[in-house]
């Protein structure tokens, strides 16, 4: 089941920022402008745009959802690679992305001052930069 969702998920999105979806948005918000008249701007002719994107709204929002997980863990998982590839790199950063968020601005923090952020005259960018 979940295997079904992430494929339906990843074709949905990938198909919702195509142009030819913003099309066929669109193009139903002019048929139903449109026709307007035909149904005497009733109640019921409002309600059934109003019911149709609210549902497509509600839906998307947990595709969008889907997609942006995915590709926080696909970022998360190169750049452990990065760090795990590099000779100098502090691999205690591996996996800090589970940590709690006062966890991660103490971390924050304390490279900011380790870098001298913050301060009145940062330190040149060489030592920023420079290996350890």
């Keep these: 089941m979940v295997r079904l969702f ?11 920022g195509q142009p030819a979806a913003f ?8 048929v139903w402008g449109i026709s307007g008249p035909v149904f005497g701007w009733s109640d019921t002719w409002q309600l059934v745009i109003n019911t149709g994107t609210t549902i497509i709204t ?29 000779g100098n790199a502090r691999d205690e950063f591996i996996g800090i992305e589970h ?3 006062n966890e991660l601005e103490t971390i924050r923090a304390a ?15 060489k030592r920023l930069i420079r290996r350890r």
């Design 111 to 125: 490279l900011e001052r380790e870098f001298g952020q913050g301060t009145p005259h940062p330190l040149p960018i």
């Design 99 to 101: 940590l709690s968020d």
């Design 58 to 86: 509600f839906l998307m929002v947990f595709l969008i959802q889907n997609a942006q997980n995915r590709d926080a863990s696909a970022i998360q998982a190169k750049l452990d690679e990065l760090i795990r590839a590099m």
């Design 6 to 16: 992430e494929r339906i998920a990843q074709r949905v999105a990938h198909w919702a």
């Design 23 to 30: 099309s066929l948005a669109l193009s139903i918000i002019v």
